[in-house]
């Protein structure tokens, strides 16, 4: 049957994103795929040189950890078809599913041991975001081996399972994408052209996060540093700031977090 591979169960976006990832940080191992698609797994060899699985208990079998990448509404579905088709889960179960706590995957398959991701999407250029929660019969080498996966595209974290709706609201991508529509649109507004306006919010915003990241200095300092008292960028944060931009932040973090508690309610 040949070496047991990471298999993932649903070939979409986020599968892509950790395929890529992974390829590009140099990952020859193989990965295997199932999904009813044909395109999209078609469109996965192509990009990240996947393996497809022919059915459902072929997958299965490969699985050294099986990956679910299905949505959250398809989880149970899932598992019942592998039950059904008479396959055994690996030891080592991934659930990327939003929403779908611990306990829920417990019972669904209490057989093997099981691990939550919330990965980002920006891991398919190697600088992602994975938080990562355990249920406790994990062992430290299976714990080891989720963690390694994950950190060949970017960093990792492992919290607390009662903290991952905040973490989900707060470390997506489209904080960022945002933050560059509005800033680039404001530079418009006072007349700069879109190319140079997208050129100079980007730099605000990418690679002055980047020069924090890489100087490691206390963000106060570089706030205090960057926005001069009297100057033109401290007239600037003082006005968004009487205008609610920490408030309207705020509100929108509290605001996806109920709607991640929503969700859960909802199945």
């Known amino acids: 049957m040949g070496e047991k591979a990471i298999v993932f169960l649903g070939g979409g976006r986020i599968t892509s994103a950790i395929a890529a990832g992974l390829r590009l940080a140099g ?18 060899r192509r990009e990240s040189r996947v393996s497809i699985a022919r059915d459902l208990k072929s997958a299965v079998a490969r699985a050294r950890i099986l990956i679910l990448a299905v949505r959250p509404g398809s989880v149970a579905g899932i598992l019942d078809e592998v039950a059904a088709c008479g396959a055994s ?63 060949r595209v970017g960093m990792v974290t492992e919290i607390p399972e009662s903290r991952f709706d905040a973490f989900t609201a707060v ?47 206390r963000l106060p300092d570089l706030l205090h540093e960057a926005a001069t008292p009297g100057g033109i960028a401290a007239a600037t944060m003082s006005a968004m700031e009487k205008g609610g931009y920490s408030r309207a932040v705020s509100k929108g973090i509290q605001e996806g977090i109920q709607q991640a508690r929503r969700n859960t309610r909802a199945r």
């Open 27 to 44: 990952y020859k191992n193989e990965i295997v795929v199932y999904d009813r698609n044909p395109v999209k797994v078609r469109a996965l």
């Open 171 to 217: 470390y997506s991508s489209s904080h960022g994408y945002h933050a560059l529509a509005a800033l680039a649109k404001a530079g418009q507004d006072a007349g700069l052209d879109r190319a140079t306006s997208l050129t100079v919010a980007a730099h605000a915003l990418a690679d002055g996060i980047g020069y924090w990241r890489e100087s490691r200095k």
């Open 89 to 151: 889960l690996p030891k080592l179960c991934v659930s990327l599913a939003a929403g779908i706590p611990l306990r829920k995957l417990r019972s669904l398959e209490a057989s093997v041991h099981w691990a939550r991701a919330m990965p980002s999407p920006v891991c398919r250029v190697g600088r992602g975001l994975t938080a990562l929660s355990f249920e406790p019969a994990c062992a430290s080498s299976e714990r080891r081996s989720v963690q390694e996966l994950f950190a």
